[in-house]
């Protein structure tokens, strides 16, 4: 979905505490940034941030961080961050291509949450768990941490499971039909759409 541009969005996000403009200034110092040694997870797609900041809320012995191409869905996780004095919670306007230049080996864990499908052949390639994206995450992410993918698209799920098994990665679950299970089950903003028609979640978590 395309979202109308937010002239608003870049100068509210460049006076957010919580908004980092500059995250290769921390490459292999996040700890640093947190004040602490506590894990992080990151969020790729972050969107209006309805994850980040409820998985940030609720687990304040980690520190997460969630990146952004969109600016204009950003903003509104940004406010989140803000109102909720987060201090274990950063967002990036990156885009997950630059993800190098961020991150060293420090991140424990990925999130991917109904990033865009790109159905076409020719889109393949800008799928966030297209190979090219899975050897870029493997730079970053410390061994054994793991990465959590939901998805509404089949088809575009089935080829990640691929994607993930050439890449190497473990399989350590596997679900068609995710349901709601328990208080820390998070429903992302997109999520809260798909699961309103009746269409089933595609889960998958694997091992690095
Ligand atoms: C369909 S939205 C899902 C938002 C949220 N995760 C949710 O579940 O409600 C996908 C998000 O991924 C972001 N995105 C897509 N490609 C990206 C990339 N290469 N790097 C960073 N973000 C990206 C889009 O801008 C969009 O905000």
């Known amino acids: 979905m395309r979202l109308r541009k937010k002239h608003f969005a870049i100068p509210e996000m460049q006076e957010n505490p919580y908004v980092d403009f500059n995250g290769q200034d921390h490459k292999g110092n996040w700890q640093e940034v947190f004040d602490n040694k506590n894990d992080i997870y990151l969020e790729i797609g972050s969107g209006k941030g309805g994850f980040i900041s409820q998985m ?37 306007p990156i885009n997950a291509e630059k993800l190098l230049d961020i991150f060293d080996k420090e991140v424990s864990r990925i999130y991917i949450n109904f990033c865009n ?15 090219r994206f899975l050897e870029i995450y493997k730079k970053i992410l410390k061994k054994g941490s793991i990465i959590q993918l939901k998805t509404d698209d089949l088809d575009f799920f089935q080829d990640s499971l691929k994607y993930f098994e ?14 709601i299970e328990g ?7 997109y999520e809260s759409k798909w699961r309103s028609r009746n269409i089933p979640i595609k889960f998958a978590k694997f091992k690095f």
């Open 117 to 131: 499908p790109w159905p076409k052949n020719r889109q393949h390639k800008r799928r966030l768990t297209h190979p």
């Open 183 to 189: 208080e820390d089950y998070i429903v992302t903003e």
């Open 166 to 179: 050439d890449s190497g990665f473990e399989k350590l679950e596997i679900d068609y039909d995710k349901k």
């Open 56 to 92: 940030a809320q609720n687990n304040k012995g980690i520190n997460f961080i969630g990146i952004d191409l969109e600016t204009n869905a950003l903003v509104y996780a940004g406010r989140k961050l803000k109102d909720l004095e987060l201090e274990n919670a950063r967002l990036l």
